[in-house]
């Protein structure tokens, strides 16, 4: 159990809907990351924050949002969905912010959309 | 800009036999090195990683991998595979002078390995 909680596990929706994905990272973990892996694209970073602020950004579509709040879980928000973003999305949390603090992932949510 | 090659995508070996997955990264200094494995329907989970001194890093599940600069390599061992040891297997390479931040951390696309009965 890596302590990263991830809700919900499986998420199906349609095409052009709005949905929530809720991480939870491990206790004192202060970063969080974003991934979506697809069995084309592989693992993709989308977004990390760091204590609440937003620090890295990665291959984010502008239909994609999310944000951190003070108690430290982290939302990721999927607006207008398509079918491409059928995938698995990987909440992970670190102590530090990058370099060689490694990160420990959630179980993932997958999402898809019809 | 830094990148990971894992060379095939799919590596098929017998029970107790050795286990080898190829790892070669490029970046313009020396690296921190990681090997993630996935299991089916979880997270990735951190098997081992590389940040200096010994060259050769011993992980859990009786993994280690060994980093060779001249070589730009950082391949994942095992001396005798275990059914248990069928999983995805991701290399990943992180930029120590990168400031921080999860942009500084480049994935491979992943090695399927296959244990054979």
């Known amino acids: 159990d890596s302590g990263v909680t991830q809700t919900p596990k499986h998420l199906i929706t349609a095409t052009g809907q709005r949905v929530t994905l809720r991480c939870s990272p491990r206790?004192?973990?202060?970063?969080v990351y974003w991934y979506q892996q697809s069995l084309d694209q592989g693992l993709q970073f989308l977004i990390q924050?760091?204590?609440?602020?937003?620090?890295a950004k990665g291959n984010i579509l502008e239909r994609f949002s999310a944000q951190q709040f003070p108690d430290l879980h982290s939302e990721l928000n999927l607006s207008s969905l398509e079918l491409g973003d059928s995938a698995l999305y990987f909440c992970?949390?670190?102590?530090?912010?990058?370099?060689?603090?490694?990160?420990?992932f959630g179980n993932g949510t997958r999402l898809t959309v019809t | 800009a830094q990148s990971v090659t894992q060379l095939g995508s799919h590596v098929s070996v017998s029970e107790g036999a050795l286990v080898l997955l190829r790892c070669n990264y490029s970046?313009?200094?020396?690296?921190?090195l990681f090997w993630y494995v996935q299991y089916p329907n979880q997270g990735l989970q951190l098997l081992l990683k590389?940040?200096?001194?010994?060259?050769l890093v011993k992980g859990i599940n009786g993994f280690e991998a060994e980093f060779k600069k001249s070589e730009t390599s950082f391949h994942l061992t095992k001396p005798s595979a275990h059914m248990s040891d069928a999983a995805e297997y991701f290399c990943?390479?992180?930029?120590?002078?990168?400031?921080?931040?999860?942009?500084?951390?480049?994935f491979g696309k992943g090695t399927h390995l296959i244990i054979q009965p």
């Open positions: 992970a949390s670190s102590l530090m912010d990058g370099g060689n603090s490694p990160l420990h």
């Open positions: 990943a390479v992180s930029d120590p002078g990168s400031g921080g931040g999860a942009d500084g951390l480049t």
């Open positions: 924050y760091y204590n609440g602020e937003e620090r």
């Open positions: 970046s313009s200094v020396p690296p921190y």
């Open positions: 206790s004192g973990d202060l970063s």
């Open positions: 590389y940040t200096t001194g010994a060259t």
